[in-house]
């Protein structure tokens, strides 16, 4: 009977343990995706944010790139996009990156701007589960009206 006991204690409640134990909430990778209107190669204040554009997170093997993970999501009314990733990612690579613009006159990739690299895992010592990527665009076929006066406060005067 004791031996019984002994091997309860042992396996049975870790066991159990595990089980009872709360699970934690997921991580919510957040970012938006503009339009770059002035075709300035980063947001400016004439820049807009899309709606409905499509954007997806890869995570891939560190060694071999193989593909581990993927998720797609629509950005809302404001170009805001969300979405909840309950598996831990420590060791991958994670990336979000533009899919989509339904802007039939932004539908273009800015270069450098297209994807952004996230950290998707809780051994970081990041306290908050949420995870903000850097701001993704696209950029107009044709520089909206009003641009130059945009970029010219970008200039630098040396004086």
């Known amino acids: 009977m004791a031996r019984l006991a002994v091997l ?6 870790p066991a159990i343990a595990v089980a009872a134990r709360p699970t934690r909430a997921p991580l919510a990778v957040m ?4 339009c770059d209107t002035c075709q300035a ?3 400016t204040p004439a820049s807009t944010y899309i709606a ?16 581990l ?4 999501a629509f950005t ?3 170009g805001t996009y969300k979405m909840f990733v309950s598996e831990d990612h420590q060791g ?4 979000a990156m533009l899919l989509s613009s339904p802007q039939p006159n932004c539908m273009k990739p800015a270069a450098g701007r297209d994807r952004a690299r996230v ?11 949420d995870r903000y990527v850097n701001n993704m665009g696209f950029v107009m076929d044709q520089p909206m009206a009003g641009c130059a006066k945009v970029l010219q406060q970008y200039q630098d005067f040396d004086e």
């Open 8 to 13: 309860f204690a042992l396996c049975l409640l």
């Open 31 to 34: 970012g938006r995706v503009y």
């Open 41 to 43: 190669g980063f947001e």
């Open 52 to 67: 409905g554009a499509k954007v997806k997170v890869e995570c891939k093997d560190r060694t071999s790139m193989k593909l």
């Open 69 to 72: 993970y993927s998720q797609e």
């Open 76 to 78: 809302d009314s404001t």
């Open 92 to 95: 991958q690579l994670c990336d």
């Open 119 to 129: 950290i998707l895992t809780r051994y970081n010592g990041i306290a908050s589960d």
